[in-house]
C-alpha cells in the first residue's frame, strides 16, 4: 500500500472515525488511558461475551494518530474471540515496536507500518491497545 | 535578539520556543560545570586541601549570588534543593505539617503548577485544612477582588505562581504580599516560570517562601532554591536525615542538627549544578533583567501582530504580559501541530501543560504553546508564522 493510500485512510478514520462515542451501558468494561505526555486521552468501551468481544467503542480527546487507531482498532477487534484479539494486539504492538510481527492477522491495522519512523508518535498509536488490553485482563 | 551566539545549540538552525519547560544553557554555564568535574572535583564541606577549599568557596559564593539575585537578607535563607518540587515539598511537609491545623484554609488557583497543588492536596487529606481555588478573572487572570473576598479569619497560607506555566499571566505579587502582610496570612510564591525572567524581590513582595529550579533561567537540571524568611525556615522540619546536616549522633540516640541553611541539606548536594545555577545567576546579572523583560514583552507584541494575520487561529490569552502564547489552529488538535512544525525544526509544547485543573476554566483542555526568551528572534517567529499559514498540510506527515 502506498503512503497515499495510508494516509487517506488514517484522515478517513480521525475526520470520521468507526464506533466512537462510548455506550452508557453496565454491561460494557471501561478503561481510560493517557499517555505520559498528558495530551492523548481515550477510553475504550468493551462489551465482552462468552470470550468474544461482542462490541467495541471509544471516545476521548486525542491526536490524528491515536483517534485514527481507536478507530481501526475498534473495527478490527469486534467480533474476535478474546485469543483473535490478543494475537492482533500483540502483533500490532509488535509491528509499532520494530520487533518481527505477522502482518496477515492486522488488516486495516497494517496502515500504521511506518509510525515507528516517527518516534513522537509511537505512543499515540499504541495508546487504544493500553486500553483494550485492560479490559480483556492481556496487560500483565 | 540578545547574546544568541553563546548558544552553541542555535548554529543547527533550531527553532527553541520551550522555554517555559526549560530554557537552553549558554557556554559560560556550561564550561563553570565542566571546570568543576576537570579542575577541581571534591566534596563541599569536608576537606582541608585546596581544591576541596575551593569548592566551599564556589558552593557557598552562590549561596550568596542567589540571595543578592532574589533580595534576600541571609544567606541562610538560601536553600538548594533538587527543584522546584523539592523545594514545594519540604515548605508544605516539612513546615506546614506543623503549622495548619484543621479548620485552617490556604488560598490557590485552579491554574496552578502540579507541584504547588498536589502536596498541598495530600496534606490537606492528613490535617484536615481547606484548599479554596480562587476564581480567576474572565481572561484566566488573577484577581485581587476575588482575594480580598476570600480571605478570612482562618485564612493561613496563599501559594501561588509569580507567572502562571499554563497562562503566562503575571500576579500583582506586590500587592499579594502587602494584603498578606495585613492579614497575617503566610505568602509562598512559585517564582519558577518568573525568575530569569523578570524580577523577583523577595523583600519587597513580602514573601515568607519562595521555590525554583535553576533549568529554567539557564542553568542545569536536578538543582533549584528554597527560600524562607529565617524564622520559618528554622522551624522547617528537615524532611531528609543524614550526613553534611548534623553535628553529632550517638548509639543513646542523641542527635543535634547544624544550623541553617545546612540543616536543610542533607547528603552530598548536586555541587556541579549549584556551581552551574551561580553561572547562569552571573550570566542574567550581566545582561539585565529588566533588558530582559522588555526584549521579550516586545516580542511577544510582534508574535502576537503576525499570528493574528492567520487564518484559523485562536488565542487564548492576548492580553497577558509575559513571553508565553497559548493558541489551537481550528480543527487540528495540538498535537499534530506541534509535530508538524517540527518539520520546522520549530520546538513548541501541546497538552495541558502540567496544569490539569484550568480544563475545568477554559474550554479547551488542550492548546499549542510558544513560550519566548531573549535568545529568540523576529526571524525565528516569521518563520513559525509561515509555517502556520501552510496549516493544510498538517496532516501530510502522518505516515
Redesign the interface.
Known sequence: MD?KM??DI??DN?QNPANKGLPNDSTYIEVNSRNE?????ITVAAKLVNDKIEDVKFDG?????C?SASSVMTKELKGKSLEEAEKIIDNYERMINELPYDEDVLGELN??N??YK?P??KK?ALLPMDSIKKIIGDDE | MLNREDFEIFKTGLIYFDNAATTQKPKQVVNEIVDYYTKYTANAHRGDYDISLKVDEKYEGVRNKVKEFINASKTSEIIFTKGSTESFNMIVFGFMAHYLKKDDEVILTKSEHASNILPWINLSEKVGFKIIYLDLKEDNSFSIENLKQKINKNTKVVSIAHITNSIGDVRPIEEIGNICKENNILFVLDATQSIGHIKVDVLKYNIDFLGFSAHKMLGPTGVGVLYGKEELLNKLVPLEYGGGMNIMFSSDGKYELKELPFRLESGTRNIAGVIGLGAAVDYLNKIGIDKIHEYEISLKKYLLDKIKKVPNIKIYNENLDSGLLLFNVKNYFSQDVAIFLNNYKICIRAGNHCAKMLQEVICSTNTCRVSLYFYNTKEEIDILIEALMNQDKILDTLV
Open positions: 503512503v495510508k494516509r488514517i484522515l480521525y505526555s498528558c495530551v492523548d486521552n480527546d486525542a491526536c490524528a494518530i483517534t496502515i500504521y511506518e509510525v516517527q513522537s508518535r499515540c
